[in-house]
């Protein structure tokens, strides 16, 4: 009863250890997988060589209400999506925000 014990904890420590080592891996390394047939949710070769070359710092403004229709927020998912990859091929050099053109803060 005691190894089997034993062996359930380290096996379990074990599983815990990769799973730490899988995650660490996650946040460091860029990876999205796109399965529609026609990769329409993935930037195009062309597109990530052209932001994998960005020198300058790029800011990019996009201008959302929070309290938009169903619809129209599935498009500002989208949009950030596509902006997260950008921003994730361009080696920290493209930026991006979000912001309510009802608060005048930020216009």
Do not use: C, W
């Not at 380290?10 to 390394?29: E, Q, T």
């Amino acid at each position: 009863m005691k190894k089997i014990n034993t062996a359930s904890v380290v096996s379990v420590a074990l599983l815990a250890g990769i799973l730490v080592m899988i995650n660490v891996i996650g946040i460091r390394h860029f990876l999205r997988a796109d399965l529609t047939s026609s990769k329409m949710y993935s930037l195009s070769k062309a597109s990530r060589d052209i932001v994998a070359d960005i020198e300058d710092k790029v800011l990019v403004k996009a201008y959302f209400s929070p309290n938009i229709p169903g619809q129209y927020g599935d498009i500002q998912r989208y949009l950030r999506d596509m902006l997260e990859d950008y921003r994730a091929y361009s080696r920290g050099h493209l930026t991006y925000e979000f912001i309510d053109p009802g608060s005048e803060e930020k216009l």
